[in-house]
C-alpha cells in the first residue's frame, strides 16, 4: 500500500486488510480481518484466546512447534541417522535409572515405594513433548519428596473424613472399597493412614499443577528471577541436610516416628540420638557396604573414566539387583530382622480424583511447592542451555510443568521435578532431545508392568544409601561459601541465612526467609551505593578514569559518579558523599583557596532510574553549589531521568543555556566559563 500523488493513502483492498504481529513468535502466521466496528473487551480476549489456543490451517504448524517443542526438536537439525542412537542409549540408561532413584525417593515421602515408580512414568512422559529444555531428567527428587513428607504429615488429620473406610486386619495387597489399595505399610502406619497421606499428595499435586498452569497463562516465567544463585544454594544445601536426617534411621535400622512440621532437623537428631542404642547391626553394615560401593564406582569409575565410557555404569541398578538376590537367599528379614521394601504391584494404577473439597486446605503449601519445584527445574535447564547454547522458554516450561502435574495427579503421581544427578547422567550417556525422555518412561513402563514384584526382598537401607549418594553435589555446595567470601560478602550472608533457615525451621520458610532478606539486602546495597571520583589520563586530554594512578585530578575541578539507582533510599547518600568528596569553599573539608572548589561535574550515567526524591537531591546540590559560586554540569542523563527532572520542574530556576552531551563536552566548556564567571547548570 503506498500513498498517492497527493499524499493521501489510497482506500486499502480487500487483501490488504490484513494485520500481522510480529512481535510474538507464536503470533507471526496469524492473520486477523480489520473490524468494520470498533472492537469491544470482549473481541479482544476472544481473539486473545483464538490466536494462542485455537490453531488455525494457516498457524498450525507454528503453534505445534511452539506449544509442543519435542516436534521442533525433532524437525529441526535433528539426525535421525546420528542422532536417534544417542537418545535410545541415553534412554535406556535414564530408565534404568529411574527405578531404584524412584523407589528411593518415593520412600523418602513416606509413601509406598510404587507412587515413586509412578512419578518416574507419567510426568516425565508429558514433559517429554511439553517441555523446552533437551537434557534435564524429570522425574522424582529428594527435595520435594521430603517437602511433601512434611506437608502430608501437616494436613493427615484433615483428610481423615475423606476416607471412609475402617482400619482391619489385611495382607498387604487387600483392596478397601473401590479406591483403597494398600501396596506397601509404611512404618507400621494401617492402610487408612497411607491412604489419607496419599490423597493429601495427590491433591497437593493437582493443585500446584493448576497454580503453574495460571502462571504460564500470564506469562510469570519470571517469577524465578526472584530465587537468586545464593537463595537457591541455601536452600538446596539445607534440604540435602533436611534429607540426610530422614535418611539416618533407614541407614541405622532404628524405628521412630518422623517429626514432621517445624524444626524437624533438631528434633529428628534428638529422637535419633535417643534411639540410637537400637541400631540394627545388620542394616548398619548393609548401608555402609552399600553406600561405599556406590560411592567408589560414581567417583572413580563413572567420573574419572566419563569419556572412555559410551554410557555411566549403572551402579544404582546393580546394587538393587544384587542386594534383592542377597536378600532373599539369606533371608535376611527373618534372620536379622532387616526392614525390607515389600510388595511391589505390578501394572498401571487405577485413574483416581484429586480431594477437590479439600484443595483449600492444602492451597498455601501447593503454592510454595509450585514455585520450588519450577526454581529447581528451571535453574538446571538454565544449566544445560547455556551448555549447549540453545535457549529454553520460562513460560512453556511452567506449562509443561503445571500439565504434568495435573496429568499425574490422577494417576497416584506427585509432583515432578528435575534430578540433577539423572539429567547430568542423560547429557553424558548422550542425549539430544527428550526422545531419550520417552525411551525412559517405556523402561519404566516395562518395570512396572511386568518386574515390579521381584523387588519385595530388597532392604530399605539399600535405598536410603542410593540416596544419600546421589546427593553428595549438594552437601558439597556448602564450599561455595568460600567463592562468596572473595566475590560478595553480602551474597555469602544470603546464602548463610537462607541455609540456617531452612535447616533450624523448615524447608518452605527457609525460603521465603532467604527471598525477603534478599530483597532487604537490595536496599540496603543502594544505601550503601559508592561515589567515584573521575580524573583525566595524561594521554587523552578530554578522556576520564575512575583509576587515579593512572589519571590525574583536574585543579579546581571534581568530576563525580554516583553509581547506583537514585531514588528515596539513597537520596541522603547521594548529597553527603557529594558533598565529602567535594567540598563547597568555605566549609571544614575546604582547605585554602588553592584547593577551592570552581567545578563540579555530576555524571549521571550509572543512574538507570531516579524518582522525585533523587530527583530532588540532584536540583537541591544544583542549586547549593551555584550558591557558592560553583559551576555544576550534571551530564550523561538517561531519558528517564531527565523526564523525571522537566516533568517535575525541579530545575525550571537553574541557568539551562548550555548543553552539554558527555563529560568531555564539559570539560571542554570549563576555561570559558571560568572567563565569563557564569555558574550555569548543564544538564545532559
Excluded at 507464536?26 to 481473539?47: I, K, N, Q, T, Y
Excluded at 475402617?166 to 506397601?184: A, I
Aim: with cysteine; glycine share 6%; proline share 5%.
Amino acid at each position: 500500500m503506498t500513498a498517492s500523488a497527493n499524499g493521501s493513502i489510497p482506500e486499502m483492498q480487500a487483501d490488504e486488510a490484513t494485520v500481522y504481529f510480529p512481535g510474538d513468535p507464536g503470533l507471526d502466521r496469524v492473520a486477523f480481518c480489520e473490524m468494520e466496528h470498533s472492537p469491544s473487551v470482549w473481541d479482544h480476549a476472544r481473539e486473545f484466546f483464538k490466536a494462542r489456543f485455537v490453531p488455525s490451517g494457516v498457524c498450525f504448524d507454528a503453534w505445534l512447534r511452539r506449544h509442543i517443542p519435542l516436534v521442533d526438536h525433532l524437525s529441526n537439525h535433528y539426525s535421525w541417522k546420528k542422532d536417534l542412537p544417542n537418545d535410545l542409549l541415553s534412554g535406556v540408561t535414564v530408565g534404568v535409572m529411574h527405578i531404584p532413584l524412584g523407589m528411593a525417593f518415593g520412600m523418602m515421602s513416606t509413601l509406598p515405594v510404587i507412587y515413586g515408580l509412578n512419578t518416574s512414568f507419567f510426568p516425565v512422559l508429558i514433559y517429554s513433548f511439553l517441555g523446552t529444555s533437551r537434557h534435564i531428567s524429570m522425574g522424582t527428587f529428594a527435595i520435594t519428596c521430603l517437602m511433601l513428607a512434611e506437608m502430608m504429615n501437616r494436613h493427615f488429620s484433615e483428610f481423615s473424613s475423606y476416607v471412609s473406610v475402617t482400619p482391619q486386619p489385611m495382607s498387604l495387597n487387600h483392596t478397601l472399597g473401590s479406591n483403597l489399595t494398600v501396596h506397601t505399610l509404611v512404618d507400621g502406619e494401617s492402610p487408612v493412614e497411607v491412604e489419607q497421606k496419599l490423597l493429601v499428595a495427590i491433591t497437593i499435586t493437582f493443585v500446584a499443577g493448576v497454580i503453574q498452569l495460571v502462571l504460564s497463562f500470564f506469562h510469570m516465567g519470571m517469577v524465578n528471577t526472584y530465587l537468586s544463585d545464593a537463595v537457591v544454594g541455601g536452600v538446596t544445601t539445607g534440604a540435602a541436610f533436611h534429607i540426610l536426617t530422614s535418611q539416618v534411621k533407614d541407614i541405622l535400622g532404628i524405628r521412630f516416628k518422623l517429626a514432621g512440621g517445624a524444626h524437624f532437623f533438631p528434633r529428628t537428631w534428638i529422637e535419633i540420638f535417643r534411639h540410637i542404642g537400637e541400631s540394627n547391626p545388620a542394616t548398619v553394615i548393609i548401608s555402609a557396604v552399600s553406600m561405599t560401593i556406590v560411592s567408589v564406582v560414581k567417583t572413580h569409575v563413572n567420573e574419572r573414566f566419563a569419556k572412555r565410557l559410551p554410557f555411566p555404569v549403572p551402579v544404582e541398578m546393580g546394587m538393587v539387583v544384587v542386594a534383592t538376590l542377597v536378600s532373599s537367599l539369606a533371608n535376611l528379614e527373618q534372620r536379622f530382622s532387616v526392614r525390607l521394601v515389600g510388595t511391589v504391584p505390578s501394572g498401571f494404577p487405577r485413574p483416581r480424583l484429586p480431594v477437590f473439597s479439600a484443595m483449600h486446605l492444602v492451597l498455601q503449601d501447593a503454592i510454595v511447592m509450585a514455585v520450588v519445584s519450577f526454581a529447581l527445574n528451571v535453574s538446571v535447564a538454565r544449566l544445560f542451555a547455556k551448555k549447549h547454547e540453545y535457549r529454553i522458554d520460562p513460560t512453556q516450561e511452567l506449562l509443561a510443568y503445571g500439565v504434568g502435574n495435573v496429568f499425574s495427579s490422577f494417576f497416584e503421581s506427585y509432583v515432578l521435578c528435575a534430578a540433577l544427578a539423572r539429567s547430568v547422567v542423560q547429557e553424558a550417556s548422550g542425549g539430544r532431545t527428550q526422545l531419550a525422555g520417552l525411551v525412559s518412561c517405556a523402561v519404566v513402563a516395562i518395570f512396572l508392568l511386568f518386574l515390579g514384584p521381584l523387588l519385595q526382598p530388597l532392604p530399605q537401607a539399600v535405598l536410603a544409601s542410593i540416596v544419600l549418594v546421589a546427593l553428595k553435589r549438594m552437601y558439597l555446595q556448602v564450599f561455595d561459601l568460600r567463592t562468596l567470601w572473595h566475590v560478595d560478602k553480602l551474597e555469602m550472608l544470603v546464602w548463610i541465612v537462607t541455609f540456617a533457615s531452612v535447616l533450624i525451621i523448615d524447608v518452605a520458610p527457609g525460603l521465603l526467609i532467604g527471598v525477603v532478606f534478599n530483597l532487604f539486602l537490595l536496599i540496603v546495597r543502594a544505601q550503601l551505593a559508592a561515589m567515584a571520583l573521575l580524573g583525566q589520563l595524561e594521554l587523552a586530554a578530554l578522556r576520564v578514569n575512575e583509576n587515579l594512578d593512572t589519571s590525574r585530578e583536574l585543579p579546581s575541578t571534581k568530576i563525580l559518579r554516583f553509581e547506583h539507582s537514585l531514588f528515596y533510599a539513597n537520596a541522603w547518600r547521594f548529597k553527603k558523599l557529594v558533598r565529602e568528596m567535594a567540598p563547597l569553599p568555605g566549609s571544614k573539608g575546604c582547605s585554602g583557596d588553592s584547593s577551592r572548589l570552581h567545578h563540579l561535574i555530576l555524571d549521571c550515567s550509572c543512574i538507570s532510574y531516579a524518582d522525585t526524591a533523587g530527583a530532588k537531591a540532584i536540583a537541591k546540590i544544583v542549586k547549593e553549589y551555584q550558591a557558592a559560586q560553583v559551576s555544576v554540569h550534571v551530564c550523561h542523563c538517561r531519558e528517564s531521568l531527565l523526564g523525571v527532572l522537566q516533568r517535575g520542574q525541579f530545575l525550571q530556576d537553574v541557568d539551562k543555556r548550555v548543553l552539554q552531551a558527555s563529560i568531555e563536552t564539559a570539560l571542554e566548556d570549563i576555561p570559558l566559563s571560568k572567563q565569563t564567571g557564569q555558574n550555569e547548570a548543564t544538564i545532559c
